[in-house]
């Protein structure tokens, strides 16, 4: 099937139309990014308070002694997990459209390249390029969207138990068991509450929006849209061979993004080589914590936490530790960018104008007689 033509100029700067949209996209966006500056801010003045005694020189010369070998197997092995994307989008889009996983591939980059440059106004410019691509609805890839993220979840704590649970060499292990019980708790419930929503969506879109309805009418229908969305997006899951298939390429994933940390931490000298899988994993725990704190382009939250988990942690001393989170950064999540823009100049997409369109998109209507 020809895919839905994208008719996006390539210009960062594009802007929706609608005013009344542009000026509330504005202030949204200006009240997250000042709230995460202040927190940013915060954050690097405690961390700067510790660091009176860094030496430049020296972390200077421990990123110039990397061993770049190891930094171009981890960009590859990064760019296998883009791949293993597009073939779980694939399995995903199966009860409703075949789609051979080469043309998600390409969305697939574009979208974390988005993601990359906007922070989280980029979040869903890859559901929005799969959604024209297959031509479905924005709302129904976003559900898809929605479930890839309980299974992102779910696998992550999978390697995160048995890493803490197996492994006798780990620091602190007892108290991160103790946030392993917190995980699986978190996953369990998280698994229970789809299952009742793919079993009954109308019904829990119902009460939730009858609970919703005593503050605003329009969150109540906002509300019961998104966990209509939702549960579409559950029903991508229709046999047992899907979940398998789903499941094996997740973890899949996030195996894949744990070698690509070995590889940068072995890429520099010292105790960095020492690193294992089953430490990397819980350096990923740390990024994933930090990156709820993000700037678009310049990230913060990711790079502090990871390099307050190798201090705290792996007692690496703070050069090392800077360098190399930072290094962890630009691989695990900037490293895209090179391929995705050159993809998007090549279809003629505007990463800016995806995110406000497909904002305009899933926005749910009015319900009557709320305007």
């Known amino acids: 099937m020809t ?21 509330r996209m504005n202030k949204k966006r200006a009240l997250i990014s000042a709230v995460v500056v202040v927190v940013l801010a915060v ?34 092995l990064i760019y296998v997990s ?85 492994a006798s060499d780990l620091p602190y292990v007892t108290q991160f068991r103790r946030a392993g019980f917190i995980l699986i708790a978190l996953v369990v419930a998280m698994t229970a509450a789809a299952v009742v929503v793919r079993r009954n969506t109308a019904g829990v879109a119902a009460w939730f929006e009858r609970r919703c309805a005593r503050f605003s009418p329009h969150l109540a229908h906002s509300v019961a849209h998104k966990v209509h969305a939702f549960g579409e997006g559950l029903n991508t899951i229709h046999d047992l061979g899907s979940f398998l298939q789903l499941t094996a390429l997740s973890l899949g994933v996030w195996f894949s993004i744990a070698l690509a940390y070995e590889q940068v931490t072995h890429a520099y000298p010292g105790p960095l080589q020492q690193m294992t899988v089953a430490h990397v994993i819980l350096l990923i725990g740390f990024s994933m914590v930090g990156s709820l704190v993000q700037l678009p382009a310049i990230g913060g939250g990711s790079q502090l936490a990871t390099i307050k988990g190798m201090q705290g942690v792996f007692d690496i001393r703070p050069e090392l530790a800077v360098s190399c989170g930072i290094m962890l950064w630009l691989v695990t ?39």
């Open 43 to 76: 954050l690097v003045y405690l961390q700067f308070r510790e660091w009176r005694h860094f030496n430049w020189k020296i972390f200077w010369e421990q990123t110039g002694e990397t061993r770049k070998l190891f930094l171009v197997n981890a960009v590859g």
């Open 3 to 23: 895919p839905a033509p994208v008719s996006f100029s390539f210009a960062l700067g594009a802007w929706p139309r609608d005013p009344r949209l542009a000026i």
């Open 82 to 166: 883009y791949l293993l994307r597009a073939l779980r989008w694939k399995v995903f889009l199966r009860p409703v459209r075949h789609v051979p996983a080469r043309r998600l591939i390409s969305p697939t980059l574009i979208g974390f390249t988005g993601l990359a440059l906007l922070g989280r106004p980029g979040e869903f410019a890859r559901p929005y390029l799969i959604a024209r691509r297959a031509e479905l609805t924005v709302s129904s890839q976003i559900a898809v969207w929605a479930v890839e993220r309980i299974f992102d979840i779910a696998s992550f704590t999978v390697l995160l138990t048995v890493n803490i649970f197996s």
């Open 333 to 371: 999540f900037m490293a895209v960018i090179p391929a995705g823009l050159i993809l998007a100049h090549r279809e003629h997409v505007s990463l800016t104008r995806i995110s406000a369109e497909q904002e305009k998109e899933v926005e749910p209507e009015p319900a009557p007689g709320n305007p």
